[in-house]
């Protein structure tokens, strides 16, 4: 509903639209859209160059930047109960940051780098946290008695 602020004087500014707030469900599905042209760019650039050496950081790009984060974002879009508590954000964020550091990592590891080791492991540990949270998320805060995800789940 818009909104108007009224000024000392009795004049009042042009109707303000809240902006609307992008819940964790559609973040997870855009950055994924992120992840999936990044690992497609990867995979199209080692076989141009026949140079697989990063097929590794290829895989763990699509399967957990891609296909994690917007399956999770899907099943947060239709289960709305489970969208908007410490769980969903901590699961965003743990592999937001988690992932990354696990992707750049295996590539230093790749490249014969041994401080890889020293961000992959902490990366991986952040990426299976965010899995745990969004399991004990969806566990926890749907089902039987949350009848009313179905009504408010919409793609907006």
Known sequence: MPVSRLHDDGRADMPMTPKPVVKTGMKLIKIALVYLVAGLSLGIVMGVSHDFRLS??????LLLGWVTMVI????????????????????????NVGLPA??????????GKE????????GSAF????SVAFALN???NSGPRRRDDMQQSTFS
């Not at 999770?72 to 592999?95: M, Q, R, T």
């Not at 696990?102 to 490249?111: N, P, Q, Y």
């Open 56 to 61: 590794s950081a290829h895989a763990h790009i």
């Open 72 to 95: 999770s974002g899907v099943v947060y879009v239709i289960l709305p109960s489970c969208e908007d508590n410490w769980l969903a954000k901590f699961h965003y964020w743990s592999l």
């Open 102 to 111: 696990m992707i750049l990592g295996l590539v230093l590891l790749t490249f």
């Open 115 to 122: 401080i890889g080791e020293k961000i992959v492991a902490p």
């Open 127 to 130: 990426v299976l946290l965010a």
């Open 138 to 140: 969806v566990f926890l």
